[in-house]
Every structure is written in structure tokens, then in C-alpha cells.
């Protein structure tokens, strides 16, 4: 972020400009002192789109990025082909910490009830937690000793939380663990390609990229993950502590074909589905969903609401978009 002297720019007061990534920093070719263009990019986000040089002073430092983590000092890295620096720490990082601990809480992950960025982070600062394995180990009384905050409802609540998440499938169990570039969908087409973590460990890079939607990157990423000893302790911690580490197969519902070969884009609010419930459809028939319209898109599912920026996409690329009404009949209900 570059920190800037306020100025009023389209209706507010403008005190702070993205920078993005050192690349940015180097092209723009910044020195501390400057008097800088500021716009806001979509007429909301400010950010800076050039220097004037000529109002420079003579002994301006250039912006120096930082080469050592702000939190813990360890050295920043940059991996090939990548614009942004990280702190590789991550085990002992204090952020990095309560991220992952963040991530895997989550609603679309563990879904634990009572814990947010807060609240983990208190339990991280109190010694109570380390890593996602030390949830399972946590009982009321400790909650309770805490301290102010905490009640019988609130550290029950949390308690139950977590051990409610011990029946969450597979598939939101790996997007948990917070393997890099392992998304939400793509942990989804493993779970159901290897249906268990065990084969997940054992599998190549070539096995790997053998699975729909897992190229070299994230077979990689994966293999990096399972290569930590920290990251097979944790695994095999949370499985003692009961949670899924393998497909249900008597809970997964029959896939059909009827969507086969199609790619969808979903907008919008619906009727009769939720956001999660309509691309579980689709991926039940055999479709698959995309977040961007692209020329291999088949069709936009668009509800009420749908984004105008996607429509005009669509209508650029000459996508056909269609209604929820039209999508039941795709798919025979």
C-alpha cells in the first residue's frame, strides 16, 4: 500500500493507494516523497498510475520492498512465475497461524459455529491452539478459564461446533487443510478421483495430473504439502480425533450425463436452489462450473441480481444465458 498525503478524488478523501506486488513498485519506479497520479480503478479502488518526475526532489529514495517477513523476519520468497513475495514460515508465522486456523473453520470448510478471526486468534494468543489438530484437543473448562467473554452458552457452543465437524464429508475436509491452489472445486473432483487421503499421499505428480482440473501447478502444490512433516503430523492427528478422511460412498448421489461436455458460469440468487445447491446440480449431471465467462463457456445460469459486468461478458462472447427455469428443464425436473 502506498501511504499518501489525503486528497478528495470522486467524492471521497483518498489516504491510501494499492500497489499490488514489487513488479508494480519497480515499473512505476517510486520514490519515497513523490507526487504521484491517483485514479480509482472500476471507480472505487485507488490505486497509482504514474509519477511526476519533474516535481522530484534530488535525494528521493527509492521504495525499497521488503525482503524479510514484517511478522516473524523470516526471508521472504518469490516462486517462478508468481508477482507476490511470501513469508515460507509457515508454521511458525503468528498470522500464518491464525489464517489457516481461519480458513479451516470456515463455512464452506469445518463450519464450526463460535469461532471467528477473533475468537481464534484469542485461543492462538492464549496457548491454547497452534495448528487446526489443537481444536479437537480443546475442552469447555479451558474456554471457560479464559475469562471474560466466555460463558457456559458461548464455550458450549463452541465445543459442539467442534465436535459437529467431525461428520463433514471428504471433499470439505481437503479444501481445509488449506493446501496451496486447492480450491473448493478442485477439492471436490479429488475427493471423488481418490476417495480417500491415503491415496492422496501416495499418488505421483503424474498421477495427479491425471485427475480433472489438476494441472502441474496444483499437482505440485500438493506434493509439496504432503512432503511437510508438520502437514502429515496434522492429518494424522485430525483422523485420530474422528474427522472424514475418506468418501462416503452410500451418501454420494448417482451422477448422470445430461450436462455432459458443458460448461456453466452461475449468477445471481434463485428459487429453488442455493448458491452451493445449483452447482452441485450441475456437477451431478455431469456439467462443470467456471467463476469467468470465456469462450468455452457453454451457458450462463443467471438468477435474479445477476451482475451486469457478466452480462455484458456474455453478450460480447456471444454466451447464451438462461434462467433457472430453463436449466430444470436441462436436467429433467
Known sequence: MAELEPVLLAGTTVKRASLHNADQIAKLDLHLGDFVKVEKGGEIIPKIVGVELDQRSGDAVPVAFPETCPECGTSLVRYEGEAQHYCPNEHACPPQITGRIEHFVGRKMMAIDGLGGETVAELVQAGLIGNVADLY?????????????????????????????????????LFALGIRHVGETVAKKIARAVFSIDRLQEMTAIDLVGIDEVGEVIAQ???????????RNMVRRLRMAGLRFEVDVSQQQPMGDKLKGLSFVVSGVFVGYDRDGIKEAIERNGG???????????????????????????????????????FKRMIGE
Not at 455484458?312 to 447464451?320: I, N, S, T
Open 288 to 326: 462443470k462450473v467456471s467463476g469467468s465467462i470465456s469462450k468455452k463457456t457453454s451457458f450462463v445460469l443467471a438468477g435474479a441480481d445477476m451482475g451486469p459486468a457478466k452480462r455484458a461478458k456474455a453478450d460480447e462472447l456471444g454466451v447464451k444465458v438462461i434462467g433457472e427455469e430453463e
Open 221 to 231: 502444490s500438493i506434493l509439496d504439502f504432503f512432503a511437510v512433516e508438520g502437514n
Open 137 to 173: 484437543d480443546l475442552t469447555k473448562d479451558q474456554l471457560l478459564a479464559l475469562g471474560k467473554g466466555w460463558g457456559e452458552k458461548s464455550a458450549s457452543q463452541v465445543i459442539d461446533g467442534i465436535a459437529a465437524s467431525k461428520s463433514i464429508p471428504f471433499e470439505q475436509v
